[in-house]
């Protein structure tokens, strides 16, 4: 199974929807071409929402994500979490990197300006 994902806006923030699996190959470089297309535009405020499911592969997208946004002056966010995304990253010790929220509105506004 691959990832779908669409995109919208909400007061200037970028909301990536995710249905489906962050893995290797398909999912991964999806990720990754739709954070590196939003940076070259100008968003640098991303939120990405609700993943099913992550592999090792997926969690490197995610780091490599966060990293090419935080280069740019940017900043990305994790919204919806399902709970083994979330244990994984607690596992990881990758829960203290990421700022992960569970309310959009609540996520949306916990950007800086």
Do not use: C, P, W
């Amino acid at each position: 199974m691959s990832i779908d994902l669409s995109t919208r806006q909400l007061n200037g923030i970028t909301i990536v929807d995710l249905k489906g699996r962050i893995t290797l190959g398909e999912g991964s470089v999806t990720v990754r071409n739709t954070v590196h297309d939003l940076l070259a535009k100008g968003q640098k405020r991303i939120l990405l929402n609700n993943a099913n499911y992550i592999d090792s592969s997926g969690i490197g997208e995610l780091v490599s994500a966060f990293t090419a946004a935080k280069k740019q002056g940017g900043e990305l966010k994790l919204l919806n979490l399902t709970k083994k995304i979330h244990d994984l990253l607690q596992i990881t010790k990758l829960y203290t990197v990421f700022d992960v929220k569970d309310d959009e509105a609540l996520a949306a506004g916990s950007f800086g300006k």
